[in-house]
């Protein structure tokens, strides 16, 4: 055995997997799909690839190790991936599992000091530039090269079909090049929902928008449907609106 003890073992372990334990603490909290457990676990399998080869003697097989880890913890990663309509979610979490594995790795070589520098790293990109990312989120962004053409989507439709004609609106949005950047929902009266989207495409609005107008007017729920082209964007309308 190499001169790896077992009191060192178990310390390199158990840094490891608290280090890991406070990256998925943050997790659990905030409910992402790899919580607490997910995370420990990840910190730990890392961890221990990497104290084995160090029990084993052979100097190379650590750094070789290591590179496996991160491979591995690639197909991992790629598990929590998941496409929704226009959008992908998962990304954070998988990048997490990741640092995680780093975590781990860094705790398995005995840098004890770098292993709770990066938990504190990992933990501080999710708390402190989250607000960050929402303020930029906020922000108007336009680009002067790329305007394309700007409309909105006028929408009326039965209370009791809201959920299913909002699905089908945002599922038309994302295809024949339509760009959603801002849907309204408001509540007329006791029976009808009304809804304001607005998209950006390039092309010919007429042919994509009349042909989104004639999927969604087929819907026996829907009331009232047209279009407009703006001047403007709706920014204000960027977020959706929480009923």
Known sequence: MANLTTFDFALRLAVGVGCGALIGVERQWRARMAGLRTNALVAVGATLFVLYSEVVGDRGSPTRVASYVVSGIGFLGGGVILRQGGGVSGLN????????????????????????????????????????????????????????????????????????????LSQALTGDGLAPTGLRVRRDGEDATSLRAAVSFNGDPARSLEQLIARLSLEPGVRDLHWHLDDTALDADREEATV
């Open 93 to 168: 979490t998988a990048a997490t599992l990741w640092c995680s594995a780093a975590v781990g790795v860094l705790a398995a070589s005995g840098r004890l000091e770098l292993c709770l520098l990066g938990t504190v790293v990992v933990l501080a990109v999710h708390l402190l530039l989250r607000p960050a990312g929402r303020l930029i989120d906020r922000v108007p962004q336009r680009d002067p090269d790329n305007e394309g053409v700007r409309a909105t989507v006028h929408l009326i439709c039965d209370r009791s079909d809201e959920n299913h004609v909002r699905a089908l």
